[in-house]
């Protein structure tokens, strides 16, 4: 059977809307971020000082959405947005002492959607599941 039989964007669409709309609650309530803003503090979390050019990159999204993602961790004093000092047209981004705290808050949030994911899918349909959404990905 197809993919259009089995409608399947629409129900990829509706999964990854709903494990999203529930992360951004439980990350909302536990650091007041969304995901999406938890993706780019994980990226200077495991990459340390870094620019927003390669948040951009590693997270596959505009650089003018990292500049906005920023300015919001920014005001909330979870990260600081320097000139980088190899190149003074880059800024570049650093968790600060409270962003470290919320980053480390956010971690109980993301065990329990995956608590989630674990009691929905066996472990060996996991494996499978991530393979193909690792294969869908990288053909588009």
């Given at each position: 059977?197809?993919?259009?039989?089995?409608?399947?964007?629409?129900?990829?669409?509706?999964?990854?809307?709903?494990?999203?709309?529930?992360?951004?609650?439980?990350?909302?309530?536990?650091?007041?971020?969304?995901?999406?803003?938890?993706?780019?503090?994980?990226?200077?979390?495991?990459?340390?000082?870094?620019?927003?050019?390669?948040?951009?990159?590693?997270?596959?999204?505009?650089?003018?959405?990292?500049?906005?993602?920023?300015?919001?961790?920014?005001?909330?004093?979870?990260?600081t947005r320097?000139r980088c000092?190899?190149?003074?047209?880059?800024?570049?981004?650093?968790?600060?002492?409270?962003?470290?705290?919320?980053?480390?808050?956010?971690?109980?949030?993301?065990?329990?959607?995956?608590?989630?994911?674990?009691?929905?899918?066996?472990?060996?349909?996991m494996s499978?599941?991530?393979?193909?959404?690792?294969?869908?990905?990288?053909?588009?």
């Amino acid at each position: 059977m197809s993919a259009s039989h089995h409608r399947l964007y629409s129900k990829l669409q509706r999964a990854a809307h709903a494990v999203n709309k529930a992360a951004d609650r439980s990350l909302l309530g536990a650091a007041n971020i969304t995901t999406a803003q938890a993706a780019v503090m994980a990226v200077i979390n495991a990459d340390g000082s870094v620019t927003q050019k390669h948040i951009a990159k590693q997270l596959g999204i505009n650089e003018s959405a990292v500049t906005a993602m920023a300015k919001r961790l920014i005001k909330l004093d979870y990260i600081t947005r320097t000139r980088c000092p190899d190149d003074g047209r880059a800024w570049q981004l650093d968790m600060t002492l409270a962003g470290r705290q919320a980053f480390a808050n956010i971690a109980q949030p993301f065990a329990a959607i995956n608590d989630v994911l674990d009691a929905q899918i066996s472990p060996e349909d996991m494996s499978k599941l991530a393979e193909m959404l690792e294969r869908i990905s990288e053909a588009f």
